[in-house]
């Protein structure tokens, strides 16, 4: 079903960038959606996921809430409270630096882990159904067109 169809816009876009935007905003829309379902279980929202994925990455070193905030997929408000709520849920730790109290460093807990390691199988599979019978040559294009699109801004 084309783009136009799905909208039920019955004329057509001005012009294809136009549509392209729609057609970003629109799929990005499902596929949050989609992702939010899979991990909802989990107890956790895509942006969570996001920060224990980024910690994990980090490894026993942490990070402090900005460096967490500049590598999140989708930018946040308010990257402290965020990690306070993560703090209250026992997803991470923080610890305040003592030569610098105002540096607070955030690092994966255990039950941070696990959830990671427990929703892993279900984002897989769904990746799967998302992409299934879509190319690797039309993946590979998609890639490159949208980091020409995200280089722009």
Same mark, same amino acid.
């Given at each position: ?22 057609? /970003?905003? #629109?799929? &990005? ?7 939010? *379902? !899979? ?14 994925? /980024?910690? #994990?990455? &980090? ?7 900005? *460096? !967490? ?8 408000p308010d990257v402290s409270r965020l990690?306070?709520?993560m703090d209250d849920m026992g997803l ?60 722009r801004s």
């Amino acid at each position: 079903m084309s783009l136009q169809d799905e909208l039920k816009q019955g004329r057509p876009f001005d012009h294809q960038s136009s549509e392209a935007l729609i057609a /970003i905003r #629109r799929t &990005a829309a499902i596929l949050e959606h989609s992702i939010q *379902e !899979v991990l909802r279980p989990f107890g956790v929202t895509p942006t969570q996921y996001n920060v224990l994925r /980024i910690l #994990r990455g &980090a490894g026993e070193n942490g990070l402090c809430g900005r *460096e !967490v905030g500049e590598r999140l997929v989708a930018q946040v408000p308010d990257v402290s409270r965020l990690l306070d709520r993560m703090d209250d849920m026992g997803l991470l730790t923080r610890e305040r630096d003592e030569a610098d109290r105002r540096h607070v460093t955030a690092r994966i807990s255990a039950k941070g882990r696990r959830t990671l390691t427990d929703a892993q199988p279900a984002l897989d599979a769904e990746e799967q159904r998302l992409f299934q019978g879509v190319s690797e040559g039309t993946i590979k294009s998609l890639i490159v067109g949208l980091d020409a699109v995200r280089n722009r801004s």
